[in-house]
């Protein structure tokens, strides 16, 4: 297949493009920046969203879309923090939809990035695909973001609506903060401890991605979680004991809402999320279980 990727300089979009590659996909980068980076047979980087730009011009017919482009959440969220992490999805996901207009075939999916904080925070409900959205900040970013990509419907293009979890993997996302305190003998509960993190390993949102783009079957909301979320304790405990570091210095809630404003209800706050639609195509998890996940990113063996 033939893959245009925004965000595939990113975390997820860095690994995505290597394993798609692997697997004799041919894949188009789209980038501001094309040339920071070497084209090869299989990966194409395209120039876009500067003023000169003509990327329909540069690819081929495209099979699948994948957008994972937008600002990211880590940082003080002051309002210009807030209208950048707003804007930026919306914008580019705005742009991608104005490309496939001017594509004279258009891609039979478009694979969009969500977030689970679509549906809100929790301590006591679970949330599936069929679950309404919350009304908190991400809630609203997440439903204005998913809004704007379904309009790619009306071009005849599958939409999935991919809801990330906490994405557990070693070189990006939140996993390295999380487990820093642990690397110094100061890990504990986060806040109550009672907050659920629904999670997922890295090599399953490639996979989820892959699924998603292969079964015709599935489209709007994909849950991109584990199928065991647990609470931060249950968290921070099974961290600690693949890490072989204690357990004990739990950080307050006051010191994190202090140092890091809003932003903490990414920390503090979270969600029982289930991957149902996942479940119901039979997807095949690689990493279902948190101890099993954490063990493979860390090269930790049970010995």
């Not at 595939?8 to 690994?15: E, P, S």
């Not at 120039?47 to 003080?76: C, V």
């Not at 609470?231 to 010191?255: G, R």
């Amino acid at each position: 297949m033939k893959v245009a990727i925004t965000g595939g300089t990113g975390f997820v979009g860095k690994q995505l493009v290597s394993k798609l590659v692997s697997e004799g996909h041919e894949v188009y980068v789209l980038t501001r920046t094309p040339n920071k980076y070497k084209n090869d047979t299989r990966i194409h980087y395209v120039g876009w969203l500067n003023k000169q730009d003509e990327p329909e011009k540069e690819l081929p017919t495209i099979d699948a879309f994948i957008n994972l482009a937008g600002d990211s959440l880590f940082g003080y969220w002051t309002k210009a923090k807030k209208k950048r992490i707003l804007e930026s999805r919306i914008t580019v996901t705005e742009k991608v939809i104005d490309l496939m207009k001017r594509m004279d075939k258009k891609p039979s999916v478009l694979i969009n990035a969500s977030a689970i904080g679509y549906y809100g925070t929790s301590t006591s409900a679970s949330f599936t695909e069929q679950s309404k959205s919350g009304n908190d900040f991400l809630s609203v970013v997440t439903n204005q973001w998913e809004n704007k990509a379904q309009e790619a419907e009306r071009l005849g293009v599958r939409v999935v609506l991919a809801r990330f979890g906490v994405i557990l993997g070693k070189d990006g996302g939140a996993l390295p903060l999380m487990a820093l305190p642990f690397h110094f003998f100061a890990g504990g509960k986060v806040g109550s401890g009672l907050q659920w993190v629904s999670w997922v390993h890295i090599q399953d949102v490639i996979g989820f991605i892959q699924f998603a783009m292969e079964n015709d079957k599935i489209s709007g909301p994909l849950n991109v979680t584990a199928p065991h979320a647990v609470k931060n304790h249950e968290f921070s405990k099974t961290l600690a004991y693949v890490l072989k570091k204690p357990y004990w210095l739990p950080a307050p809630t006051f010191a994190i809402r202090t140092v890091l404003g809003e932003m903490s209800t990414l920390v503090l706050q979270g969600q029982a999320v289930y991957p149902t639609i996942a479940e119901k195509y039979n997807y095949p998890f690689q990493y279902p279980r948190l101890e099993t996940a954490l063990r493979d990113i860390f090269n930790k063996s049970n010995v």
